[in-house]
């Protein structure tokens, strides 16, 4: 059987038995406030099997493109604090990620190479000098879908070891911030209660900075030779 099939067959299976089970009701805010202190006792007699089935958990959710990326994080900092808790995520996240970038070129990206070919050459070319910063815009800057990105970057010709630098390092301040707020989720009533203008702002310019490199490279370009 086509290897591409039997990838596609995985991955359906994984959604659907997310969904089958409705293991949703447990990625919720209400959820992880309610069961905050069993969690603690947990974590305390099992420390290390609990940090790598929270990294295994969050892989998953991340490779399937599943809903629920956004209350893991504020659990890792729930269960394991500030710093711990926003390593154990960027572990997670970033593997899942990578799978997930995989999967999407494995499967869709000679398909629309052949198609949109033409149409992509600039976005190629644009990765191929600048990928990093690219990357690093993209995760910093918390407007776009994170599964989106995983699965459009796997579209492209960005080089896999730029693709994993880049997410590695562009989720940290976000997941960090999320981390923080789970580590006092008693006071947050709505995931909105943690995006708040400031913190916006100071991903997005950061997301700014890290484009830099691509304004001075477009900027030699107009340097006569």
């Known amino acids: 059987m086509n290897k591409k099939l039997i990838l596609l067959a995985l991955v359906g299976v994984g959604i659907a038995l997310f969904y089958f089970f409705d293991l949703q009701q447990h990625l919720s805010l209400q ?5 905050r202190e069993k969690l603690d006792m947990i974590y305390q007699e099992n420390s290390l099997a609990i940090i790598f089935g929270f990294i295994g958990v969050y892989f998953l959710v991340v490779a399937l493109s599943l809903p629920g990326a956004t209350i893991l994080t504020l659990a890792g900092g729930a269960i394991f604090g500030s710093i711990i808790g926003t390593l154990v995520v960027n572990i997670g996240a970033t593997l899942g990620a990578t799978v997930a970038f995989l999967v999407a070129r ?6 629309v190479q052949k198609k949109f070919g033409d149409k992509l050459d600039p976005i190629n070319k644009g990765l191929s000098e600048n990928g990093i910063s690219y990357m690093l815009f993209l995760r910093l800057v918390p407007l776009f879908p994170f599964f989106l990105v995983n699965l459009v970057s796997g579209l492209t010709e960005v080089r896999l070891l730029v693709y994993f630098l880049g997410t590695m390092f562009g989720i940290m301040p976000g997941s960090f911030v999320y981390a923080n707020a789970g580590s006092n989720i008693s006071r947050i ?6 995006s708040s203008p400031g913190v916006l702002g100071a991903l ?17 370009k107009t340097i006569p030779s």
Request: hydrophobic fraction near 45%; aromatic fraction near 14%.
């Open 106 to 111: 494995l499967i869709l990206r000679e398909w």
């Open 204 to 220: 997005i310019l950061l997301g700014l900075f890290s484009l830099i490199p691509v304004f001075y490279h477009q900027y030699k």
């Open 31 to 35: 959820s992880l406030k309610t069961n």
């Open 189 to 194: 009533d709505s995931i909105s209660d943690i």
